[in-house]
């Protein structure tokens, strides 16, 4: 699927080049700007882990530019194939310092960017030179641009989703459901910034692209800034979470082992953005308990407990989580840990299933994760959750049994 879509967007690309080339730009000063403030969009891109649409200003002003009409009350008459060649050049350009930074653009971000400016101009353009939208005028205009726009989100949404399943083997249902969802956050400032920025060049003329784009710049900062927020208090848990290691209660490395294992582990089952982060923060901290104690449990192993032991512990944990300011949720988690799998959150059975696995496994020898994953299956009767053991079997399977996902 991910070759098919980078495939797709190569002759695309090659097709409007050639073609543009061969018979020139309409509009020059309309292409140029457009091109300016898509050029603009990628210098400003920012590719941190909160962030969806790396360069919403850029995508902003593809998307007017595709969707443009009129520059000042003149018609434009440029093609779908020049505004696929307009945008493909500005990101291009946009991308050198990104590059020369070490930080380069991946296929699929331009792929996504060639295609959904390519799939809106297609919508738009061919119907508007022809005069099809003369007769539409007013508030049906406006609606025929959200529209067009809401269509071109949501292909935008299945591509995002294609790739990233082609690229990582996750579930392709939970990963469209969070690309939707971004729809409705960022993806909401981008369509109504490309509406507004198209209408307002029909009206006013290209000075309308530097007025419409500030909103959109100073919100980006905003939420750069909020992405910073979150990632501290990441880091802050992950640093909590060594707490048990450095006190020597548990191995070093276990809280995060069983972390990247549980999010892997939810993101097979389906679980959402939002419940992912819950899961993560229970799985750094599902330890957390053994610091109450007088006499460490040896080698951290809490699953080999009696179920009495192992239920104080978790409530004790749940109760140091409460003490931190952790979200409510991810203490629920920590202290139910322990419960039958009945009657646990479904973030709970996979702290459990995951931690047992990997107290099981640590030190076992080559032979150690078969014979786990066995006493797991053996446990599923009362303990361990059997869609959460199969799922985590599936993905030691697929990773060949080693999960590498960024934590803090």
Known sequence: MRRLVH???????LLSLAHTLWSGLDGRAVALAFGLLVTVGELTRWSG???REAAPLAAAGALSYALLGEDAGRATHHGALQVVAVVVAATLVGCVPHVARGQGPTADHLARRVLTAGFAATCFQPLYNQGVFE??????????????????????????AALAHSRTGWPFGPLLRDELRAVLGIGTAVCATGVVM?????????????VFSLPLLLTQVAFRRYAAVRATYRQTIASLARATEIAGYTPAGHARRVAVLSRAVGRELGLSEAELTVLEYAALMHDIGQLSLVDPVPAGATAVLPLAEQRRIALLGG?????????????????RQADPYREQPVSARIVRAVNAYEE?????????????????????????????VESL???????????RERIG
Do not use: M
């Open 49 to 51: 882990p909160e962030s």
């Open 393 to 403: 079997a599936r993905v030691l399977a697929r990773n060949g049994g080693v999960v």
């Open 198 to 210: 198209a209408l307002a060049v029909a009206v006013v003329g290209l000075w309308a692209l530097p």
């Open 319 to 335: 109760a140091v989580v409460r003490q931190t300011g952790v979200a409510a949720a991810v203490a629920v988690v920590v202290e």
């Open 7 to 13: 495939a797709v967007a190569a002759l695309l690309t």
């Open 135 to 160: 007769a539409w005028g007013g508030p049906a205009y406006v609606l025929l641009l959200v529209a067009l726009l809401v269509l071109t989100a949501l292909c935008d949404a299945v591509l995002a």
């Open 360 to 388: 099981k496994v640590r030190d076992a020898g080559a032979g150690g994760p078969l014979r786990a994953l066995e006493e797991l299956r053996l446990g599923t009767g009362r303990d361990y959750q059997p869609e959460v």
